[in-house]
């Protein structure tokens, strides 16, 4: 904890940001990488944070209707929201086959059913969903993959028309880091065990991630202004962005994540670190 306090505290203390620099094109995303991203998901920090995630997520949806998970993985947090609004019929739009697989066999397995998969680009959303409209859209740590701002634009853009009247939209991802330091020290922490191929993609996120002014810049050049975007300069890693009826209509869902007692701690930890040290900007 001493330690996060350390370099949390170095980066706020720290003005300028470091260049963006995008992922690889194409991304080569194999069975192996993708097995070592579901491994690091099970681990105990990333769980406090897909729990934390995951009920920020659930917020926004409603008990029935359509929602679409955008860049879905490997769906896990896709079939926790599906498990949990089984009213709803979701549909996952993701890149990667060798993701893909892993995501029906995940779902498959879990016995859910109110889920449907499909193959293709989140910067070509109108190509792969046509006219389809849903009453909630979730994006959780895909902006980072998009290539360039404007592909990023177009995306929310793309978001925005596919979103019913009432519809709300949720945003997550990582903030880019001012400090190479801070990325590295967290490389080394939580990732390098995973793997060279995980080390190396999560290492190529920490890079490609939109800093906080870029990402509150493209909230509000796109069509789904109206949002409001959150950070922490406690935990300064995480950008989070509703549409802001969601956030106005429903707190936090009550749903208490599935996490052993141990980690419980930790996540309410980060929880009222949020609460208390989120920067907000209603766009
Ligand atoms: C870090 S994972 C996040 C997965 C999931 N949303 C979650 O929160 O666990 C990023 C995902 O974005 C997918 N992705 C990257 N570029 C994409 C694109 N252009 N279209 C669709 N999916 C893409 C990757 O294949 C990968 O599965």
Redesign the pocket.
């Known amino acids: 904890m001493l330690e996060e306090l350390y370099y949390f505290t170095r980066e706020r203390l720290t003005a300028a940001h470091r260049p963006r620099v995008a992922h690889a094109n194409p ?1 080569i ?1 194999d069975r192996a990488f993708c097995e070592q ?1 579901i491994a690091a ?1 099970r681990l105990s920090d990333f769980r406090i944070i ?1 729990a934390f ?1 995951l009920q920020r997520a659930l917020a926004g949806i409603p008990a029935h209707g359509e929602a679409l ?6 769906a ?3 079939g926790e929201l599906a498990r949990r609004r089984p009213g709803v019929r979701f549909t996952g ?4 086959r060798a ?1 893909l697989l892993l995501a029906k066999e995940h779902l498959g397995r879990e016995r859910i059913d109110n889920v449907e998969l499909i193959e ?4 070509d959303l109108p190509k792969v969903l046509g006219e389809r409209k849903f009453d909630a859209v979730t ?4 902006l980072n ?2 290539p360039t701002p404007e592909a990023a634009l177009a995306t929310l853009d793309a978001m925005a028309a596919l979103l019913k009247p009432a519809g709300s939209c949720f945003v997550v991802d990582l903030a880019r880091f001012k400090r190479d330091e801070t990325w590295r020290w967290l490389a080394e922490k939580h990732d390098r065990a995973h793997g060279e191929s995980f080390l190396k993609e999560t290492t190529d ?1 920490y890079l490609a991630a939109f800093s906080l002014a870029e990402f509150t810049q493209l909230l509000q050049r796109s069509r789904l202004s109206g949002m409001l975007s959150e950070w922490s300069y406690l935990f300064p890693m995480l950008l989070l962005a509703h549409q802001q009826q969601a956030v106005r209509a429903s707190p936090p869902a009550p749903e208490h994540p599935l996490l052993p007692w141990r980690e419980r701690m930790k996540y309410a930890a980060l929880q009222a670190i949020f609460r208390w040290t989120a920067v907000r900007s209603p766009l």
């Open positions: 991304l995303f991203y998901s897909q995630v998970d955008v860049a879905c993985g490997p896990l947090l896709l739009v993701e890149i990667s993701m293709g680009d989140m910067t994006w959780t740590f895909g993959y998009c996120s």
